[in-house]
Every structure is written in C-alpha cells, then in structure tokens.
C-alpha cells in the first residue's frame, strides 16, 4: 500500500520506515518550528526603548566659570553667563 509522505510529498511503500530514515527530525515533533517573528518584535521594540532619560539634562557634572563664577552642567565651550572661552584641557569628565 502507498502512502504520500506528508513530509516531502512523495509516494513511499512503507510510510513509518520512510519517516524513520528520511524524516527522523520531523517524524516525532508534527509541529513545525514557529519562525521567530513574535520574538523579534518583542527585541525591536525592546531596542527601540532607547533611554531618552527625562533627568539627562541634570546628568552633567556641574562645572564653574573661572572667570565669573557662573555654575553650568556639562562641558561648553564658553560660560553661558559671562561667554568666557572655557579651557578644559587637563579637566576630565
Ligand atoms: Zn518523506
Ligand atoms: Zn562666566
């Protein structure tokens, strides 16, 4: 009696044999693999969640102006008080 095999469509005599030697993967588990599409959305959208942190703007180390004492965050390149040029070699962070 032939049968046709579900997995590759040929016409085979003995089906259980056939399965066991050409089929072994697929012969147990009838469920094929899911490609991982729900899985990488749930990556994109996790990767799409950049940090745009709301506190960023008070992240800056606080700096002072040398020459009028104007307290500012992060490194610029002039006060944004008194527009002194701002050397900050040797300065790190
Ligand atoms: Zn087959
Ligand atoms: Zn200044």
Redesign the pocket.
């Known amino acids: 009696m032939a049968k046709v095999?579900p997995?590759?469509q040929?016409v085979?005599k003995d089906l259980p044999a056939?399965?066991k030697r050409?089929?072994p993967a697929t012969s147990k588990a009838k469920n094929e693999p899911k490609p991982p599409s729900e899985n990488e959305l749930e990556k994109e959208l996790e990767t799409l969640e950049l940090p745009e942190q709301p506190g960023a703007e008070t992240k800056g180390t606080l700096y002072q102006c040398v020459d009028c004492s104007a307290q500012f965050r992060g490194k610029q390149g002039t006060c944004p008080k008194c527009g002194t040029t701002l050397d900050w070699g040797g300065i790190d962070g």
């Open positions: 095999c997995q590759c040929k085979v056939h399965l050409m089929h």
